[in-house]
């Protein structure tokens, strides 16, 4: 599984992103689809995840802010970021979870500046 992950930047305080991750190599319906970030000097964390059926899940402190989508036959998974806050910055990973395994993509920054 390879997994794709663009739409990071720049961006400033109140402002809205979308991330896409692109999969490939794999059937990607079959896959429940994770997003992460990981903030400097700190864990890595669960942002929002969205099951093969499209059921989703949030972070309870990013509820009403972040929402996750997939669109199935391009093989993608979204995250709409709205009402961004510098504490939003971090290194957004997207994860494909299949079974007992887990599949990472690269990353993709998000920096929003005060």
């Known amino acids: 599984v390879q997994l794709q992950a663009s739409g990071g930047g720049l961006v400033q305080a109140g402002g809205s992103v979308r991330l896409s991750c692109a999969a490939s190599?794999?059937?990607?319906?079959?896959?429940?689809m994770v997003w992460y970030r990981q903030a400097p000097g700190k864990q890595r964390e669960l942002v929002a995840s969205?099951?093969?059926?499209?059921?989703?899940n949030y972070a309870d402190s990013l509820k009403g802010r972040f929402t996750i989508s997939r669109d199935n036959a391009k093989n993608t998974v979204y995250l709409q970021m709205s009402s961004l806050k510098p504490e939003d910055t971090a290194v957004y990973y997207c994860?494909?979870?299949?079974?007992?395994?887990?599949?990472w993509g690269q990353g993709t920054q998000v920096t929003v500046s005060s």
């Open positions: 994860a494909a979870v299949r079974g007992g395994s887990t599949n």
């Open positions: 190599g794999t059937i990607f319906g079959a896959h429940a």
């Open positions: 969205i099951t093969t059926g499209g059921s989703t």
